[in-house]
């Protein structure tokens, strides 16, 4: 949910559209792909890995990413986490240390639409409603 509040308070036309707080509405449990909650932390997963697995050296990719499901899991958060926090003017620190560029990798673009997709969608249905137009009169 933290990614989607990102996501919805940095893109123009969303944050002039939804409340952040209405991500907390969203239907359904991240463990359900059937449900749109689940669906996103699938694509968030699959994003979040191939970028791990096209930066890092695949030993360190094996003993992060496929050997533990908690250390997986942190890791997938930490790369989101760097992306948000340098985003913000922050330098993240990792054990061990990961490659510059994580934040800025072609492959966010994919989390990004799949965002900015499931949300319209999700509006569009009239799950999620949009803020009122400001009458600036």
């Not at 509405?25 to 449900?35: E, F, Q």
């Not at 990792?94 to 989390?111: D, M």
């Amino acid at each position: 949910k933290i990614a989607l509040r990102w996501f919805v308070r940095t893109n123009h036309s969303m944050a002039s559209a939804l409340d952040p707080e209405m991500i907390d509405t969203i239907p359904g449990v991240s463990n359900d792909r059937k449900t749109s909650l689940g669906e996103l932390n699938w694509v968030f997963t699959a994003v979040t890995d191939s970028i791990a697995w096209n930066v890092l050296p695949k030993p360190l990719f094996q003993r992060l990413f496929r050997q533990d499901l908690l250390v997986a899991s942190m890791f997938r958060n930490f790369l989101l986490a760097d992306r948000i926090m340098r985003s913000l003017g922050c330098k993240p620190v990792s054990h061990p240390p990961l490659p510059p560029g994580i934040a800025q990798h072609p492959l966010w673009q994919a989390w990004d639409l799949a965002c900015e997709t499931m949300l319209f969608k999700l509006i569009s249905e009239g799950v999620l409603y949009t803020r009122a137009p400001s009458s600036d009169s």
